[in-house]
């Protein structure tokens, strides 16, 4: 079953200092998804954990997108966005098909995961280095704000975890589920 698309007025959040859990940290985690995308020129959010003050950012934050060029991407500060970490797939998938989504943070480097296939890390460059807000929401389908929401999208089976998958463990997942996301499945 997968959810979407979304609206400024029809996505998931979860209030600040519900979950803790989601406060990560100097630790490693991992968010999974399947994503199937149609093709757009929009900016869209699928995630975000941030504080929002009125029109500015504050505190630690993560951000996953699609970009305009049908990228996803992944941006992560600990600063409100005053500097900030990036990273972004190698090819468009904004092509209404299914892609499993990985990014993990593994040992002082993001690395971002495509159809069970990791791209080379990002290590944190900037001053990324604890990823707990306990004034952040968490919202999917659209960023604080309501705003860019994802309303060219459906997502399925997303998971946020402290447990991070090896390279080899996320390519097995990728063949483990694959076949739930075929035609006719």
Not at 6 to 17: E, M, N, P, V, W
Not at 61 to 77: D, K, R
Not at 84 to 106: G, Q
Not at 143 to 165: D, W, Y
Request: charged share 15%.
């Amino acid at each position: 079953t997968a959810i979407g698309p979304f609206t400024t007025s029809k996505y998931l959040s979860q209030a600040a200092g519900v979950n803790t859990d989601f406060d990560f940290g100097t630790d490693d985690w991992s968010y999974m998804f399947w994503l199937k995308e149609a093709p757009n020129s929009g900016y869209e959010v699928i995630a975000s954990r941030a504080y929002l003050d009125g029109a500015s950012f504050s505190g630690s934050l993560f951000y996953l997108a699609i970009n305009t060029a049908g990228q996803f991407i992944a941006q992560i500060s600990d600063d409100g966005w005053v500097t900030y970490d990036a990273m972004t797939s190698t090819n468009a998938i904004d092509d209404s098909a299914w892609h499993l989504i990985t990014l993990t943070r593994r040992g002082g480097s993001m690395y971002l995961g495509v159809d069970g296939v990791e791209q080379t890390g990002v290590a944190f460059a900037n001053a990324v280095a604890s990823l707990s807000n306990t004034s952040a929401t968490l919202q999917i389908g659209c960023r604080q704000g309501a705003v860019q929401p994802l309303t060219n999208a459906s997502l399925s089976l997303l998971r946020i975890s402290k447990t991070v998958p090896t390279p080899q463990q996320i390519k097995e997942i990728y063949e483990a589920e694959k076949p739930l996301f075929q035609a006719g499945a």
